[in-house]
């Protein structure tokens, strides 16, 4: 039923007039894609190379050049049964991570296993295909 204030029936509804974009402190932070910010928290501080310690490493987005440059970090391995899972090469993810992070390899040597593997997990999806 229309009132003159909403659509009739088989119309669509009228879209609001659009509102200028606001900035804030958000919009100065680099873009996210698919929530990827690169920011991991470490459980132990380690050496930044600069005569620093750092409690949080930040990885920017890895480019084609990265790859061209240190290597692929992770491959796949094919399952019998068709399926497949990533395998990291260890030493070139930690030159990829380093690269990345614009932090000596040191940095991410000291890094707690399981801050590596974090890490690596967090960029793994760069370089994998789509499937």
Same mark, same amino acid.
């Given at each position: 039923m229309a009132d003159g204030n909403g659509p009739t029936?088989?119309?669509a509804p009228q879209s609001e007039p659009a509102k200028p974009a606001e900035t804030s402190a958000a919009d100065e932070q680099?873009?996210?894609v698919n929530g990827f910010n690169g920011r991991l928290p470490l459980r132990h501080e380690v050496a930044n190379g600069s005569g620093g310690t750092m409690s949080e490493i930040v990885f920017r987005?890895? /480019?084609a050049a990265d790859i061209e440059r240190v290597g692929n970090p992770v491959m796949l391995e094919f399952l019998a049964d068709g399926r497949w899972k990533p395998v990291f090469d260890t030493r070139v993810m930690t030159a990829m991570l380093a690269t990345l992070a614009k932090v000596p390899?040191? /940095?991410?040597r000291a890094m707690h296993p399981r801050?590596?593997?974090?890490?690596a997990y967090l960029l793994a999806n760069f370089f994998?295909?789509?499937m």
């Open positions: 029936a088989g119309q680099p873009a996210q987005e890895p /480019t390899p040191s /940095t991410i801050d590596w593997q974090n890490a994998l295909p789509d």
